[in-house]
């Protein structure tokens, strides 16, 4: 099993920054890539961005290139979102997970984003 476990969210103003962590923990040893996705009010999840556990490859979607950042400490099992230029249509619960190489996806519980006008 592997536990992954959010934190940064909070409220900011339009144009600010925040920076999510998550922390894995458990049967980390085959981590293939790690990642976020958000959910807002009334949507469906979407993808946000990941990376690649070994290289330097890494995925964004369209909107938050050049304004989000993911990276990854491997020795502390944790990936970060920075996120800068904060829009108000950024405010969503923002979702951690973990997929395995042998298969086998992990969620963490969320945390919430709240971007004001």
């Known amino acids: 099993q592997v536990q992954l476990v959010e934190s940064g969210g909070g409220l900011v103003q339009a144009g600010g920054s925040l920076r999510l962590s998550c922390a894995a923990s458990g049967r980390t040893s085959s981590t293939y890539l790690m990642g976020w996705y958000r959910q807002a009010p009334g949507k469906e999840r979407e993808f946000v961005a990941a990376?690649?556990?070994?290289?330097?490859?890494?995925t964004y979607a369209d909107s938050v290139k050049g304004r989000f950042t993911i990276s990854r400490d491997n020795a502390k099992n944790t990936v970060y979102l920075q996120m800068n230029s904060l829009k108000p249509e950024d405010t969503a619960v923002y979702y951690c997970?973990?997929?395995?190489?042998?298969?086998?996806?992990?969620w963490g519980q969320g945390t919430q984003v709240t971007v004001s006008s």
């Open positions: 990376l690649r556990w070994t290289g330097t490859r890494t």
């Open positions: 997970y973990l997929q395995l190489s042998q298969g086998g996806d992990y």
